[in-house]
């Protein structure tokens, strides 16, 4: 199934933040990121609310 693969590639990334000091994984920003980007969303505010719809 590719979207495990792409997943499982997401998560070999190296996550720089403090320990303690974030919310969300960085692999599911990333691919929130990602799904903001190919619904043509034009900033972080906009994907915001977009996977806020999604999830509801």
């Known amino acids: 199934m590719m979207t ?3 997943l499982d590639h997401i998560k070999e990334i190296e996550d720089h933040r ?4 974030t919310t969300y994984p960085l692999d599911e920003v990333l691919f929130t990121v990602l ?10 505010d906009e994907i915001e609310m ?4 999604q999830l509801d």
């Open 50 to 53: 977009l996977c806020g719809d």
């Open 4 to 6: 495990t693969r792409f």
């Open 18 to 21: 403090i320990v303690g000091m």
């Open 35 to 44: 799904v903001g980007l190919l619904c043509r969303v034009e900033d972080f």
